[in-house]
């Protein structure tokens, strides 16, 4: 059958475009890639490699039972999803998320595209919008889209293309890391998937630390932007430590420095402050800097980073930066299957689409190859439902976010369909407060996992090989 059907054309090899290919190829349809790099490089990536993790090694919370980001995770291994079975193979400790070793991550999910008989991958770069006689065609090419597909995006679509700034953080090499003064211990000692309690290394700040560290980070020099970026927000998610920072003297301690749930085992208390470590690769060599995204200047990093307890004499794998990035206003532009309303043949999925994370961004790609193995094959499927995580997502970017005041979203429990709390347990006890908002979670993540494998049984032609 797959001789008969034309090949999907994927621009771009990121979460979303890897995703969205593997959905294709499992329901049989041929896929033709284009991905730019390495022949044509961006600011932010540092290989060739496809689904490559440009910023931080987590995909955040593995809890489905009560954590949107973990349904949307369970969501993804219910649908066979390459990305997320990359991730649960290459996971590395990181407490109650799911981190993983970069690396040997997008190895995985190179390799296995690449065996793929049906799949072919194009090195360079697509300068225009895709034409007519492509056929069907995906742009997922993320938030560092190119300046040429951007303008050809603007040129057609008459819209200004929406941008916001984003920041990576700092690795240390864990051998420069003084473990007389730091210690391994999981907020709260939870050990999450592959942990044990001690996934995480804590450099404790005394106050007097803190304040010294908070003058230093105030007044190192940073990025200045252009007259053109001045007015670019940021995406709350992903702040510069910095920026943070501006909002008072104790925010960090409330955010990324937040010392809940760790004891220092040299004095038995709880220090001020803690700047936590997580491991960045399976061989434990390398550590990032949790919630450190940052737009200090390279020199002033190395300086004021030194001055966290247990940092004195940090190596950096990589320091620090910020970058731009583009999406379109997708609520305008696209209809319900993710089809750009003025050239159908194009759908776009991923960061570019205005869904924030690694996630999201391979959710939404997968997604889309399904519903383009849909079409390839002769009809139509309707979306997962609102009540799903994937459900929700395809919603919020395609018509019930606000268009006027789009900006990029992380999947949530706001945007899945609601449910009233419980307001009575299995025994009758009356449910009340906080534990009543963690049982409508539930109720939630619960529905949405029995609504999604709904979906996914209506659908099996779209994947033969499950």
Known sequence: MSEQIKPVHIIGGGMAGSEAAWSLL????PVIMHEMRPETGTFAHKTGGLAELVCSN????????????GVLHQEMRLGGGLVIEAADKHQVPAGSALAVDRDHFSQMVENRLMSHPLFTLDRGEVTGLPPADW??????????TSPAIAQAIRAETGEDALAFFDAIAPIVHTHSINRDIVWAQSRY???GP???????????MSEDQYNAFYDALMDGEKTEFKDWEKDTPYFEACLPIEVMAERGRDTLRFGPMKPVGLTDPRTGESPHAVVQLRQDNASGTLFNLVGFQTKLKHGAQTDIFRLIPGLEDAEFARLGGIHRNTFINSPTLLDDQMRLKSMPHIRFAGQVTGVEGYVESAAMGGLAGRLMAAEAKGGLVAPPPPTTAHGALVSHITGAADAKHFQPMNVNFGLITPMEAPRKDAEGNRIRGKARGLAKKKLMAAKALEDYQVWLADNKQLDPAA
């Open 189 to 191: 000692d939870k050990p």
């Open 194 to 204: 592959g942990g044990t309690g001690k996934d995480y290394l804590n450099c404790p």
């Open 135 to 144: 056929g069907q065609c995906l742009i997922a090419t993320g938030p560092l």
């Open 26 to 29: 499992r329901a049989g349809v």
């Open 58 to 69: 987590s995909f955040r919370s593995d809890d489905h039972e009560a954590n949107a980001v």
